[in-house]
């Protein structure tokens, strides 16, 4: 391995979500010493849908996660979209690259058992360390490893700081991308944002086997009130519980002035009543997060980082998924270190390490143009509607939604829906 003596590790992995949990197993798996650090201990809440699409699902097969039901997993077979009238349920796609099945489970949970898979392929984690800023060597630049501080349960210095080094940083470190910014990279703010709020509700449903996606949010009954700038998702978790939760995007990171709380009560006063989502049901309080999309931080490798998942706005602007695209990110990252540190010359090295750019991009950034076209579009409240109104009732129409929306469509071959989103997806620029 190059690197020098003095080394605490071949890669040094901050975070340990979805993308970093998933970079520090494929790189234990691949026989190199892994340290990864986390400022939390496990298990620990992330706000989050907590439904994964199939794509994901293929990411955790991948890594050799069980994922059977006894694993405390609920399997879902599609969604089930409501709006305009309509109530359509659409089954997740039969294609060759992905199953034809999503999964559900409380994040609480799921990066736990991330964290010890990577743990029992061989990488290190050190909980509650705070990662403060990255190591540069004086001479290059270069990042050579990063300084930390232990914390207590709320976060608080808990002892000195330390510092540990590697030939390379994988920057998983979520929307705050402390890494990032201590190296001066800025988001980009002609990037998609959304914005999303969570909360568990104890229901009779909560088996149900569809994800539930409600495209219109009134304020009271509808057409006799006004429609609300968001859309609703009900997932459930098969534990008793569902994740219920509402969102909205903006085509640029400006700030927006919706009271995301309010909106959600107001959803919560008119939600199906099958659902029982009172009050006295409700488990845990209204939570939100940022969600950064279509790659608006980078770039994603130089001078020895690489940013993976939120710290590099890899949420999808179709659909605010970005536990796949975290998962992806990790594995990528983690074949071009392997690939590096098994280079002779740091020149070497450092191609290897820039694939990783050019294999996410060439992957994700068309497909994210078009999300930042989709995006524009659904920001006017009526091309929504008009939408939801007429294009529900046409199965060819939901069919290409559904598959574009979700990202699970054969990027080669397959019937005339995969070839139009591939197609599209290839001429679109990866800016």
Same mark, same amino acid.
């Given at each position: 391995?190059?690197?020098?003596?003095?080394?605490? #590790?071949?890669?040094?992995?901050?975070? +340990?979500?979805?993308?970093?949990?998933?970079? #520090?197993?494929?790189?234990?798996?691949?026989?190199?010493?892994?340290?990864?650090?986390?400022?939390?201990?496990?298990?620990?809440?992330?706000?989050?849908?907590?439904?994964? $699409?199939?794509?994901?699902?293929?990411?955790?097969?991948?890594?050799?996660?069980?994922?059977?039901?006894?694993?405390?997993?609920?399997?879902?077979?599609?969604?089930?979209?409501?709006?305009?009238?309509?109530?359509?349920?659409? @089954?997740?796609?039969?294609?060759?690259?992905?199953?034809?099945?999503?999964?559900?489970?409380?994040?609480?949970?799921?990066? /736990?058992?991330?964290?010890?898979?990577?743990?029992?392929?061989?990488?290190?984690?050190?909980?509650?360390?705070?990662? $403060?800023?990255?190591?540069?060597?004086?001479?290059?630049?270069?990042?050579?490893?990063?300084?930390?501080?232990?914390?207590? +349960?709320?976060?608080?210095?808990?002892?000195?700081?330390?510092?540990?080094?590697?030939?390379?940083?994988?920057?998983?470190? %979520? !929307?705050?991308?402390?890494?990032? $910014?201590?190296?001066?990279?800025?988001?980009?703010?002609?990037?998609?944002?959304?914005?999303?709020?969570?909360?568990?509700?104890?229901?009779?449903?909560?088996?149900?086997?569809?994800?539930?996606? /409600?495209?219109?949010?009134?304020?009271?009954?509808? /057409?006799?009130?006004?429609?609300?700038?968001?859309?609703?998702?009900?997932?459930?978790?098969?534990?008793?519980?569902?994740?219920?939760?509402?969102?909205?995007?903006?085509?640029?990171?400006?700030?927006?002035?919706?009271?995301?709380?309010?909106?959600?009560?107001?959803?919560?006063?008119?939600?199906?009543?099958?659902?029982?989502?009172?009050?006295?049901?409700?488990?845990?309080?209204?939570?939100?997060?940022?969600?950064?999309? %279509?790659?608006?931080?980078?770039?994603?490798?130089?001078?020895?980082?690489?940013?993976?998942?939120?710290?590099? %706005?890899?949420?999808?602007?179709?659909?605010?998924?970005?536990?796949?695209?975290?998962?992806?990110?990790?594995?990528?990252?983690?074949? +071009?270190?392997?690939?590096?540190?098994?280079?002779? $010359?740091?020149?070497?090295?450092?191609? +290897?390490?820039?694939?990783?750019?050019?294999?996410?991009?060439?992957?994700?950034?068309?497909?994210?143009?078009?999300?930042? !076209?989709?995006?524009?579009?659904?920001? /006017?409240?009526?091309?929504?509607?008009?939408?939801?109104?007429?294009?529900? @009732?046409?199965?060819?129409?939901?069919?290409?939604?559904?598959?574009?929306?979700?990202?699970?469509?054969?990027?080669?071959?397959?019937?005339?829906?995969?070839?139009?989103?591939?197609?599209?997806?290839?001429?679109?620029?990866?800016?």
């Amino acid at each position: 391995m190059l690197g020098a003596t003095h080394d605490d #590790a071949d890669v040094i992995v901050v975070g +340990a979500g979805p993308a970093g949990a998933s970079a #520090a197993y494929h790189c234990a798996a691949a026989g190199l010493q892994v340290l990864l650090l986390d400022k939390a201990s496990f298990p620990r809440d992330k706000i989050c849908g907590d439904g994964l $699409t199939p794509r994901a699902v293929a990411e955790l097969v991948r890594m050799g996660v069980p994922i059977d039901e006894q694993d405390g997993w609920i399997r879902n077979r599609g969604l089930r979209v409501i709006g305009g009238g309509h109530r359509i349920e659409l @089954p997740w796609p039969e294609i060759s690259s992905y199953p034809s099945f999503g999964l559900a489970r409380a994040r609480m949970s799921f990066d /736990h058992l991330l964290a010890t898979h990577a743990q029992a392929a061989g990488a290190k984690l050190l909980e509650r360390t705070m990662v $403060t800023g990255p190591v540069r060597d004086e001479r290059t630049g270069r990042v050579v490893g990063v300084t930390a501080r232990p914390v207590d +349960a709320d976060g608080r210095r808990d002892g000195d700081e330390v510092v540990y080094r590697a030939p390379v940083v994988v920057a998983a470190d %979520g !929307v705050s991308a402390r890494l990032a $910014t201590g190296m001066g990279l800025q988001k980009r703010d002609d990037r998609p944002m959304g914005v999303a709020v969570r909360t568990y509700f104890r229901t009779p449903r909560h088996e149900d086997p569809w994800m539930e996606s /409600h495209l219109e949010l009134w304020d009271g009954e509808p /057409h006799r009130s006004n429609l609300m700038p968001g859309y609703g998702w009900i997932f459930s978790l098969g534990d008793g519980t569902a994740n219920v939760g509402l969102g909205s995007v903006s085509s640029t990171a400006a700030a927006t002035k919706v009271d995301y709380k309010a909106l959600f009560a107001a959803w919560m006063a008119n939600a199906p009543a099958e659902w029982e989502f009172t009050p006295e049901n409700q488990v845990g309080e209204v939570r939100g997060a940022a969600l950064p999309m %279509g790659f608006n931080r980078g770039p994603l490798y130089g001078q020895g980082l690489m940013l993976a998942g939120d710290a590099a %706005g890899m949420i999808s602007p179709f659909n605010g998924e970005g536990i796949a695209y975290g998962l992806q990110a990790g594995r990528v990252a983690a074949d +071009a270190i392997a690939q590096g540190l098994a280079r002779g $010359t740091a020149a070497g090295r450092e191609r +290897a390490f820039a694939t990783y750019e050019r294999r996410m991009k060439d992957d994700l950034g068309g497909y994210y143009t078009l999300g930042r !076209v989709f995006v524009r579009l659904i920001e /006017h409240p009526e091309v929504m509607r008009i939408c939801t109104r007429y294009g529900l @009732p046409r199965p060819l129409v939901m069919r290409f939604t559904l598959k574009l929306l979700s990202d699970c469509y054969e990027p080669r071959g397959g019937d005339v829906v995969d070839r139009v989103i591939a197609g599209l997806a290839r001429i679109a620029p990866a800016a």
